[in-house]
T-cell receptor, first 114, second 112 residues
Framework: RKEVEQDPGPFNVPEGATVAFNCTYSNSASQSFFWYRQDCRKEPKLLMSVYSSGNEDGRFTAQLNRASQYISLLIRDSKLSDSATYLCVVNEGYSGAGSYQLTFGKGTKLSVIP | SQTIHQWPATLVQPVGSPLSLECTVEGTSNPNLYWYRQAAGRGLQLLFYSVGIGQISSEVPQNLSASRPQDRQFILSSKKLLLSDSGFYLC???????????FGPGTRLTVT
C-alpha cells in the first residue's frame, strides 16, 4: 500500500516566522511530487511542483530527499494569508489506463498568528 | 485559460435517494478527468478517473458510478445514497503529459 505521511499539526506560528513541513512517502519509485494548499472548505490548489531535488518560488521552497524518501516545504516570512492546510502529494507513476496516479497526504494545518 | 466547474455547490439528500453531480472543463481538449471524495479529517480518495469519452476506471468498489458523455463533461451518480456517502466531492482535470491536477470548487454532500 502506497502511503504519504504528514504531521497533521496544527502549526501555530507568528507573522514573519519561518516554518517547515515534512512529508514522507513509501513508494521509492515515485516520480514527482507536489504541494497543494487547501483553505477551509475549499478545493486544493497547486502551490508547487517538484521534479528534481527541489524548487523555489518566492517565499516558498520545496526540497526532495529521494534517499530518505521525504519532501519538505519551507515558508519564509509567514503571512496571515498563508494560514491553510498544506497537502503533500506524490506521483506514483503512469498507470496502465493512461493517467498518472497521485497519492495525497492528509495535510498539515498552518495557522499564522498576528 | 482553463476553468473547471462543478454543481451544485452544496446538496442535502435523504438516504436512499439518487445522486447526480456534474463537472465541466473549459479551455482544454481531451483532458484526463477525476472524481475524488474528501471525508471529514481524511485525505482525498480517488473514486474514478477517465482518459476519454466513455472510458471510466474505478478505484474503489462502492455504490457510486461515473460517466463521461462528452469530452469535457464528467458525471458522478448513485442510484441510492448511503449515510457514508457524505463528504466533499471534488472533480479535477489534468493534461495527458503532466501529472499536475487542477480541482474544481467541489460539492459538499450531506446524506441525512
Amino acid at each position: 500500500r502506497k502511503e504519504v505521511e504528514q504531521d497533521p499539526g496544527p502549526f501555530n506560528v507568528p507573522e514573519g516566522a519561518t516554518v517547515a513541513f515534512n512529508c514522507t512517502y513509501s513508494n521509492s519509485a515515485s516520480q514527482s511530487f507536489f504541494w497543494y494548499r487547501q483553505d477551509c472548505r475549499k478545493e486544493p490548489k497547486l502551490l508547487m511542483s517538484v521534479y528534481s531535488s527541489g524548487n523555489e518560488d518566492g517565499r516558498f521552497t520545496a526540497q526532495l530527499n529521494r534517499a530518505s524518501q521525504y519532501i519538505s516545504l519551507l515558508i519564509r516570512d509567514s503571512k496571515l494569508s498563508d494560514s491553510a492546510t498544506y497537502l503533500c502529494v506524490v506521483n506514483e507513476g503512469y498507470s496502465g489506463a493512461g493517467s498518472y496516479q497521485l497519492t495525497f497526504g492528509k495535510g498539515t494545518k498552518l495557522s499564522v498568528i498576528p | 485559460s482553463q476553468t473547471i466547474h462543478q454543481w451544485p455547490a452544496t446538496l442535502v439528500q435523504p438516504v436512499g435517494s439518487p445522486l447526480s453531480l456534474e463537472c465541466t472543463v473549459e479551455g482544454t481538449s481531451n483532458p484526463n478527468l477525476y472524481w475524488y471524495r474528501q471525508a471529514a479529517g481524511r485525505g482525498l480518495q480517488l473514486l474514478f478517473y477517465s482518459v476519454g469519452i466513455g472510458q471510466i476506471s474505478s478505484e474503489v468498489p462502492q455504490n457510486l458510478s461515473a460517466s463521461r458523455p462528452q469530452d469535457r463533461q464528467f458525471i458522478l451518480s448513485s442510484k441510492k445514497l448511503l449515510l457514508s456517502d457524505s463528504g466533499f466531492y471534488l472533480c479535477a482535470w489534468s493534461g495527458t503529459r503532466l501529472a499536475e491536477q487542477y480541482f474544481g470548487p467541489g460539492t459538499r454532500l450531506t446524506v441525512t
